[in-house]
């Protein structure tokens, strides 16, 4: 892309000193872009406000030095002070002791702003805070107010190989480019960018990375032995900012790793050696988070070659990890991907639930339990996860997808805060929301690489902001973190955001509108996922089937004459989705097959929905990209030209949608359409 410097090879760059000036170097500009990478959220601009005042800083400790690093490096080039004794000042930053807390206090009295933290990492978000208020968090009066997390855990996994992999490249599903972490089978060398990502991610909220894919070849399995020291490294990069590393692990490292006979969980021998390999791993990170495990799962291993229960399998695993404080993340993605589509009977989207809700109550206090928002896979549009709710007595963890496998792939704008916002506002039996049930955390998979502009099409870098506020604030309003991203990587230049968000705040529904209808899903490439083949996982094997024919579409799920999926739910949801006549438009051809004439809450048939979406979703597509070039004097010019890029792609691929989707319909079911538009 043109405007972007190569990245200057990070030994030319390592000269001496702290991380004070290690965090000038990483926020040094060139041409308005640090060194090659986009700055994102973090521009050099967004600490004038603190850069231009007088700071105290108090404490001590290695997240204090690093706020004291942030606050010198823009007091540097701003003009502001920064000491750690008492002095006139602006702005107090105050570490009062370490109870781990991540919590903080700000108020403002007598022309003085303070943040109070009881906990490292306290101090470091109410310093991120302070730049996100910017001036504002100057002005008048304010009482004293604690801002603290809703979840504990906030967490990226990244599905980064170490080699990279025949089919699925260095990052599987992966849109922006290799992996921060991982080049050519070994570990990067560059150090510097993963710590500015730590950075990116402290200023969002997030506090916990997996570094490698949860389907663990070859070469990332050794991560937990022999390549242990790459990861230290990378955590050691983390850590400033308060990110632990997590390990995705492959349940038959005994195996694979240990030449033990067996993995199954309730041998000793197989206990002992993970004992003894976390403990290794936890001498080279002290702060390791724990395990991420893909068991049973698409071809992975698990108890279940041994007879055992995922309890049993987690469990083992937790114990390695609780002496340390370290968590297993068991993921609950588990159905039969070898299914026969003539079985009618055989129901992908109860596999979680089947699966799991029986071992509710079974599985230890620091194994949590890992489930995807869906019961399918990260479509566009699916109901809720019965599975989260329905098992009170374990931790879950939700998970999202920032990385954009089926939703654009980063070459399509797709701001998924409200999808997000949706599922974590859900209230699952009428009361209790999902967001408070996610007790175990909340959990992305990545959607960065080593793209200069960390996402691929740059205005995915909303997905990763808002998905960290999100965490955060699990019940906020994901348009005020949209409007936070804007202000911090745009500026304020008028007509700006404006602009910005036309394009963003209804692209989630725009590419639902151009894609598969009315929660029915895929209609995808079969392999990698991009752009449509109604038909292309018809006939396989993957339990992920539509059921088109002359008279109707969609797939009967209800308890009367269905799988029976809808009554995995509590009421009233059980109840609503079990109806065509209740069920929501946008669930209705995941939860009913009907007729091609059904009538919608809408008051349009469904043919007629299908046709008028798809011609409504191009239509925005082709406003959307209006808007983008009309602000073309007030983008830095690369970003602009990249978006410019991605939009043709984006507009290519939402006609090729629009008329593979119309036309497979027009002929299934013979409607004309009302409106009488071409359709082929
Ligand atoms: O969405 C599917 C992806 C796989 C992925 C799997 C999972 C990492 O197509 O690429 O594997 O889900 O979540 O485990």
Redesign the pocket.
Known sequence: VSGYVREVPSRARRRGGGLGSRTARLSRSVGGLMQGVDPAWLPDGAFRPIGTRRTLIRGSGPLVDTVHGEVAEACERFGGSVSRAPEPCDLVLELTGDDGSEGFVLGRRDGCTTVTASGARGLLYGLFHVVRLGEAAFLGETQPAVHEPKLALRMLDH?DNVAVHPVMGQV??GYAGGSLFWEDGRARGDLDRVRRYGRLLAACGINAVSVN???VHAAEARLLTERLGEVADIAGALRPYGIRVHLSVTFAAPMVLGGLPTADPLDPGVSAWWAEATARVYAAVPDFGGFVV?AD??GQPGPFAYGRTHADGANMLAAAVEPYGGTVHWRA?VYDHRQDWRDRSTDRARAAYDHFVPLDGEFADNAVLQVKHGPM??QVREPVSPLIGAMPGTRLAVELQATQ?YTGQQRHVCWLGPMWSEVLRFRIDGESTVGASARGGLVAVSNVGDDPFWTGHPLAQANLYTFGRLAWEPGGDPHRFLDEWIGLTFGSAPGLAKGLRSILDGSWRTYEKYTAPLGVGFMVQPGH?YGPSVDGYEYSPWGTYHFADRDGVGVDRSVASGTGYAGQYAKPWAEVYESAETCPDELLLFFHHVSYGHTLHSGKTVIQHIYDTHFEGVAEVEAAQEVWASLADLVDPARHTRVTERFEEQLRSAREWRDQVNSYFFRKSGVPDARGRTIH
């Open positions: 599905w599987e599903r894919n949860v389907n893909k799962s698409e993605f896979d990260f496998e996922h």
